[in-house]
């Protein structure tokens, strides 16, 4: 990627100051609510798997109507990854934070009172438009709360809320199943986003990075507002930074191309892998011989791997460096793959071997999240984000169907594990001959 010449901004610039200045609390609590908003989405995902078998029966539908509603929450997710993913670099990142929190209020409360499942598909479409844009808000916010020798790790806290809000949806839904329907789920799920829309407004103020960027000297005095309220000291000036404009169109024009292609390939080649490992792991457990509710502990395993690798990529990155520590987790999640299908049909194998997997894979998934936030400047974090997150779930999309095929075929455990490994060694061998080099935009001047 070529890279401007460059000289460091002004001391007294506020990007200068986030950048060298410790963290203060205002910061960390910025932090802990993009956790919090990410956590979103795990808990939707696997919450509306545990509303399906009442939906089943209540609708007395079969399985190809409950994947319909499934990959409709997904569909939505990638629009709106790829749609109003990028508002966040034109408006903000608050204003973008609110309006996705809004889109899935509604949507997960109206989910409750779904007649059909055509009318189900289409809300939680509408869902998923909200859920897949917050992502690229959240991963741009994260980063330019940190400073820069906090950044890795900030976006890590940030990713790590998936697995925990899958582990928290998952076992909130099963105790709600206990009592009630299938709508209490989506219920839950309005009133835990709507709790979301205060703590935002009170705590989450809008990316100095951000308004300086996008404003320049004119956002001086809200800026040095938000610094008083991040208990920073006050900025002098906003020097002008030449960086592209916010669209699709720049992430693919000749400065980004190369990057923009390398990172959508990992992140979709990877998420084949990992989404096969999250998506049929009970199955294939219940096919050797287990209870699903035995089969529905590996999950859980191998989501709490997933939180504890993001944030051990998060703290030992700025030591041994983010783009290293990637290569060596994809390349592991590979290995971790297709050892998960090759272990003995044993309880106790199986949950290590998915830990393990959780713990390499997505710990991946973490270091590509800070890898974008690093590669793209400000003006385009989000809508790189976005772009990435929604091309790259294509593959997410894919590779459950592909195992689909090889089980229906006989391909077996071992062989599907196998093939579907080579997803993230193909990305682990991307990310080794990539020329990956971070914006760097607090140094870009015109």
């Not at 060298?20 to 696997?46: K, S, T």
């Not at 408006?91 to 609110?98: A, T, V």
Request: aromatic share 8%.
């Amino acid at each position: 990627m070529a890279v401007t010449s460059t000289i460091a901004l002004p001391a007294d610039d506020p990007r200068s100051i986030l950048a060298v200045q410790p963290m203060r609390l205002p910061q960390v609590v910025a932090i802990a609510i993009c956790f919090l908003l990410n956590a979103l989405d795990g808990f939707d995902i696997l919450a509306v798997t545990f509303a399906a078998p009442g939906i089943a029966r209540q609708w007395s539908i079969g399985p190809g109507a409950i994947g319909l509603v499934v990959s409709a929450g997904l569909a939505g997710m990638v629009l709106g990854s790829l749609t109003l993913g990028q508002l966040a670099d034109r408006i903000g990142r608050r204003p973008q934070i609110l309006l996705c929190l809004v889109i899935m209020v509604s949507g997960m409360f109206a989910s409750a009172f779904a007649p059909n499942v055509v009318v189900l598909c289409l809300l939680r479409a509408f869902t998923g438009l909200g859920l897949g844009a917050v992502l690229a808000a959240v991963n741009a916010a994260s980063a330019e709360f940190a400073n820069r020798r906090r950044r890795d790790l900030a976006v890590s806290i940030m990713a790590a809320g998936y697995p925990v809000g899958g582990i928290v949806g998952g076992w909130g839904a099963a105790q709600l199943l206990q009592n009630h329907g299938w709508e209490s789920i989506f219920f839950a799920g309005a009133g835990a986003t709507a709790l979301m829309v205060p703590l935002v407004l009170l705590c989450l103020p809008e990316s100095v990075s951000w308004l300086a960027t996008r404003h320049g000297p004119a956002a001086l005095p809200r800026i040095n507002a938000i610094l008083r309220r991040l208990g920073q000291p006050q900025a002098g000036q906003v020097r002008i930074v030449d960086e592209p404009k916010a669209s699709m169109g720049q992430l693919f024009a000749d400065r980004y191309r190369a990057t923009t292609i390398a990172l959508i390939l990992m992140y979709g080649l990877h998420m084949m892998t990992f989404y096969y490992a999250l998506g049929w792991a009970p199955s294939l457990v219940v096919a050797l011989g287990f209870d699903p509710s035995r089969a529905t502990i590996v999950s859980v395993f191998m989501n709490m791997g997933g939180a504890i690798g993001g944030l051990t990529l998060g703290f030992l990155s700025p030591r041994l460096g983010l783009r290293p520590l990637v290569i060596v987790g994809l390349a592991g999640a590979a290995v971790a793959v297709a050892a998960f299908g090759a272990v003995p049909a044993a309880m106790l194998w199986l949950q290590v071997a998915a830990f393990i997997l959780g713990f390499l894979a997505n710990g991946s998934v973490v270091g590509l999240y800070a890898l974008i936030a690093n590669i793209y400047p400000t003006t385009l974090r989000a809508t790189g984000t976005g772009a990435v997150i929604g091309f790259g779930r294509m593959g997410a999309a894919l590779g459950p169907f592909i195992a689909g095929q090889l089980l229906a075929l006989g391909a077996g455990r071992g062989a599907t594990s196998l093939l579907l490994a080579l997803g993230s060694a193909i990305a682990a061998l991307v990310l080794l001959l990539s020329r990956l080099r971070p914006a760097d935009e607090e140094t870009h001047l015109p």
